[in-house]
């Protein structure tokens, strides 16, 4: 038996205006997972236990079968992982976007005009964050660059609980409300001052701008937490198994659980990315042994956060047809497996950030095939009709081990 989860990162909405008063979910065309949910288990899951922030780590966490409650030390960790940093017990890592503030007001009164950036390249924000390096480091400070637009601070010796603020939460929003208060904060608010007048007038911010790019023209930093420590996915579900991601967070989170890191070329965390090739990736992975593969897809959460309605569309109609319909080619092939679709949170266009909806999950065996009808119709998947089923799923991880038991 293989077993293969496909997360579309943020893929749950709830109702868009312009969609037809339709979540993306029910506006998309998906034949693929709509054809595995009818003849498979739909439901809703609560991926974020009570009290915890609805962030793609707690939410992955859940999703990949770890109960976040007891595992969670923060997401700038898991992506420190990711990023081949060796952290020490008493570090504390941070998030460091590279954003888009407003131009020409006192550094308070800026506006949040882009957490990512335009996306900026991953070439580009190495160098900015080697200027960073340069000018701001210092005896218990360093950063580290990573992807696009997200990179890591390691403090030696740092503070924890410091009230920061995700960037992709306040945009078009003035950031002084959103900057860390209090003595223990200064020197996270003055790193992110002074970043300002680093990047502002660095030479690739100027090409950035000559070419109509938004320059990378601030550091923002949130996401602290302390050095993680995850069970053995084999240990704990005797599976063996691979993490195919674009996503540092998502990256991290296998290896700290044991599990194999697979890159994908043209993988880029957006539309862009390279959807068959993920995929494909996926059934090598499987061919040459591994039992289970998580495919994690980050492009329908991106365009939820940058509120692209359409782009949120069709991220899922893409998964459906170059990720699943790639998957089920050679699947069929074989006598059994089982597929498992699910968003890890969602991401309403309207909100632009995440919240702590129960989510839609399918979960599809080739041993154990239904035909899901309800009041005479055949069940798509989406969120509406997930909740119809009455199947609901209160603790996220516990949804692993039912995949991979029942």
Excluded at 383 to 391: H, I, M, P, S, Y
Excluded at 392 to 402: A, P
């Amino acid at each position: 038996m293989k077993y293969i989860v496909i997360l579309g990162d943020g893929m749950a909405d709830i109702p868009v205006p312009e969609l037809d008063n339709k979540t993306p979910l029910q506006y998309a065309k998906k034949p693929n997972i709509d054809l595995l949910a009818q003849k498979g288990e739909l439901g809703l899951v609560k991926t974020i236990p009570t009290g915890m922030t609805p962030g793609s780590d707690v939410a992955n966490l859940s999703t990949m079968g770890f109960d976040p409650r007891l595992y969670y030390t923060g997401r700038s960790p898991l992506e420190a992982v990711s990023m081949g940093i060796k952290l020490k017990d008493s570090d504390v890592t941070l998030r460091c976007n590279l954003v888009t503030l407003s131009e020409h007001e006192e550094y308070h009164s800026k506006s949040m005009i882009d957490y990512s950036a335009g996306e900026i390249t991953t070439e580009e924000s190495k160098e900015l964050i080697g200027a960073i390096q340069e000018s701001l480091s210092g005896p218990n400070i360093s950063f580290y660059p990573g992807i696009s637009y997200r990179h890591c601070m390691v403090w030696s010796n740092g503070l924890l609980n410091l009230e920061l603020t995700p960037p992709h939460d306040i945009f078009g929003q003035i950031i002084g409300d959103f900057l860390p208060k209090g003595d223990k904060n200064r020197i996270i608010s003055e790193l992110m001052e002074k970043s300002y007048h680093v990047l502002k007038d660095h030479p690739i911010n100027q090409a950035r701008i000559a070419k109509g790019l938004s320059p990378a023209n601030s550091i923002w930093l949130w996401g602290e937490g302390k050095k993680p420590s995850l069970p053995s996915f084999e240990k704990s579900y005797g599976k063996k198994g691979s993490v195919i991601s674009a996503v540092d967070l998502i990256k991290g989170i296998g290896i700290c659980a044991g599990l194999n890191i697979v890159d994908v070329e043209g993988a880029t965390g957006n539309i862009h990315t390279n959807f068959a090739g993920k995929a494909e990736a996926a059934l090598k992975e499987l061919n040459e042994g591994q039992d289970f593969v998580y495919i994690h897809i980050e492009a329908p959460d991106e365009c939820g956060h940058n509120q692209e309605i359409f782009n949120k569309v069709k991220a899922i109609e893409l998964i459906d047809e170059l990720v699943l319909g790639t998957l089920l080619k050679e699947l069929d092939k074989q006598e059994n497996f089982r597929i498992m679709v699910l968003p890890d949170h969602a991401t309403p266009l309207e909100l632009r950030t995440h919240t702590s909806d129960p989510v839609p999950y399918l979960i599809y065996d080739t041993a154990n095939e239904n035909s899901q009808i309800i009041e005479g119709r055949a069940m798509g998947y989406d969120e509406f009709q997930a909740a119809e089923t009455g199947l609901f799923i209160d603790e996220g991880y516990d949804l692993m081990k039912r995949f991979l038991s029942k």
